[in-house]
Nanobody, 118 residues
Framework: QVVLVESGGGSVQPGGSLRLSCVAS????????MGWYRQAPGKQREFVAG???????DYADFVKGRFTISRDNDKNTVVLQMNSLKPEDTAVYYC????????????WGQGTQVTVSS
């Protein structure tokens, strides 16, 4: 069973930055596509960014130019660098593994809370 643990969330002011990490159990980061998703209160979970095993990235339109996804195969880690944060980025962020970005198949972890507020 795949276990994913997210960390790095916190509270920042608009325009600030955060760096989220997702550590995976086993050797899955370089085998499956990895994705970041988020869920704001009262809203459905949505795709944020993804990276294939071949390194191809994909982003939701609302984060293009602000967020960057990367992975470290040796550390079984996927990172989401978030810059120019906006209040509407406030959500719990989750990572998942799957056959392609935007297609989560692994069980959801506890997520990490991101709050953007002045």
């Amino acid at each position: 069973q795949v276990v994913l643990v997210e960390s790095g969330g916190g509270s920042v002011q608009p325009g600030g930055s955060l760096r989220l990490s997702c550590v995976a159990s086993g050797n899955i980061v370089n085998t499956y596509a990895m994705g970041w998703y988020r869920q704001a209160p009262g809203k459905q979970r949505e795709f944020v960014a993804g990276i294939t095993s071949g390194g191809i990235t994909d982003y939701a339109d609302f984060v293009k130019g602000r967020f960057t996804i990367s992975r470290d195969n040796d550390k079984n880690t996927v990172v989401l660098q978030m810059n120019s944060l906006k209040p509407e980025d406030t959500a719990v962020y989750y990572c998942s593994a799957g056959p392609a970005p935007g297609i989560p198949r692994s069980s959801w972890g506890q997520g990490t809370q991101v709050t953007v507020s002045s």
